[in-house]
């Protein structure tokens, strides 16, 4: 059976666009798949830690060498790869934070993004090691960034797209809830976001 990881990074729960968003989309994965097993992963709940020594130190030390420290300091780590690796949907929803994505969602990409276990280096370059899977980016954003002139400033869409390729996971569908921050669009911003949702 199916396995879906939605991973929530917005702290607004009940009120959060993303989040709605999201579990539009995990609905419509649902229904196109009874069986699938959705677990999620609130990012603002158990925050991943921003990487200091003892992290980088284990993961650039050998398993077999590792000390109770390092086995402390990777746990998180080995977790969320452990999670990603058995999803075969996964659903990130992703608010615009100044321009990109919020510090905890790119804690949480510090800590799966590792050399030899999600992508390896080779002679023609690095290759992710996390393919096979599906992604749905539910992006919500206060201004509109799909056209315009505010599309340079996106710095959201470009990096998850690119993080997800790195590591593997380069089949990737965007699905944008936009303008919540302008009295023309918001009211029906996420309606029209969840009626274009395409599984």
Known sequence: MPNILHIISSPRGDAS?????????????????????????????????????????????????????????????????????????????????????????????????????????????????????QVYLAITTGGIYSSGANVENDFLTPYLKFMLAFIGMDNVTVCRAEGFALSETRDNALEKAIGRIQI
């Open 17 to 133: 666009n993303s989040i709605k968003l999201s579990e539009a989309i995990i609905e419509r994965l649902q229904l196109n798949y009874p069986s699938a097993v959705l677990h999620t992963k609130d990012l603002t709940k158990s925050p991943f830690p921003h990487l200091e020594e003892v992290h980088l130190n284990a993961f650039l030390t050998p398993v077999e060498q590792h000390t109770e420290a390092h086995r402390e300091a990777i746990k998180h780590s080995n977790l969320a790869i452990e999670e990603l690796m058995n999803a075969d949907f996964v659903v990130i929803g992703a608010p615009m934070y100044n321009f990109g994505i919020s510090s905890t969602l790119k804690a949480w990409f510090d800590h799966v993004t590792r050399a030899g276990i999600t992508f390896k280096y080779t002679q023609q370059g690095p290759v992710g090691l996390l393919s096979g899977k």
